[in-house]
T-cell receptor, first 113, second 113 residues
Framework: AQSVTQPDIHITVSEGASLELRCNYS??????LFWYVQSPGQGLQLLLK??????LVQGIKGFEAEFKRSQSSFNLRKPSVHWSDAAEYFC???????????FGDGTTLTVKP | GAVVSQHPSWVICKSGTSVKIECRSL??????MFWYRQFPKQSLMLMAT?????????EQGVEKDKFLINHASLTLSTLTVTSAHPEDSSFYIC?????????FGPGTRLLVL
């Protein structure tokens, strides 16, 4: 069975500082991997996804993520955080056959001025 | 592209009544949609997979007679919460698969009094 672990429940960074959110997954084959962001009371917005190919994936809003098979990780990064990045971030692993995804518990990002 | 809408965005109802939530893919066709439930500060809990033209597949522990799902067209899935009770109060989010990625609606907040 597939699973996703986001080790950090809550992260606080200063505006302008770099950010890395961790995601580890468990899946039997090459996974489909996703990062989503959720603002309070809103749905989830897709930041980026990885299916195959280049292991460094660029997304929207200046985010990127790197797939590391050896570490079963798909960490999300941003070089300079903006106050508007404060939100909940979810990592997900997708089952290509069933089409459904398993989500991590999420990481809450707080941005200090 | 890949926009999903939900209606209503919030609803308040009396205990014992039924509530219907619509999920529409606005600019693509989706043979598969998903319904999630999210409790405050928690991750998404998959309730069911909605397949166009066939019966929905419910996750373990989800009462299919209470949460009726109908996927009548390639752009519309509905979730009906029957005989709603206060414990059904929650944030309900749908997503549509296109083609290997889930795109999420903005969510519907249900409050049962």
């Amino acid at each position: 069975a597939q699973s996703v672990t986001q080790p950090d429940i809550h992260i606080t960074v200063s505006e302008g500082a770099s950010l890395e959110l961790r995601c580890n997954y468990s899946y039997g084959a090459t996974p489909y991997l996703f990062w989503y962001v959720q603002s309070p009371g809103q749905g989830l917005q897709l930041l980026l996804k990885y299916f195959s190919g280049d292991t460094l994936v660029q997304g929207i809003k200046g985010f990127e993520a790197e797939f590391k098979r050896s570490q079963s990780s798909f960490n999300l990064r941003k070089p300079s955080v903006h106050w508007s990045d404060a939100a909940e971030y979810f990592c997900a692993v997708g089952d290509p056959n069933a089409g459904k995804s398993t989500f991590g518990d999420g990481t809450t990002l707080t941005v200090k001025p | 592209g890949a926009v999903v809408s939900q209606h209503p965005s919030w609803v308040i109802c009396k205990s014992g009544t039924s509530v219907k939530i619509e999920c529409r893919s606005l600019d693509f066709q989706a043979t598969t949609m998903f319904w999630y439930r999210q409790f405050p500060k928690q991750s998404l809990m998959l309730m069911a997979t909605s397949n166009e033209g066939s019966k929905a597949t419910y996750e373990q522990g989800v009462e299919k007679d209470k949460f009726l799902i109908n996927h009548a067209s390639l752009t519309l899935s509905t979730l009906t919460v029957t005989s709603a009770h206060p414990e059904d109060s929650s944030f309900y989010i749908c997503s549509a698969r296109h083609p290997e990625t889930q795109y999420f609606g903005p969510g519907t907040r249900l409050l049962v009094l």
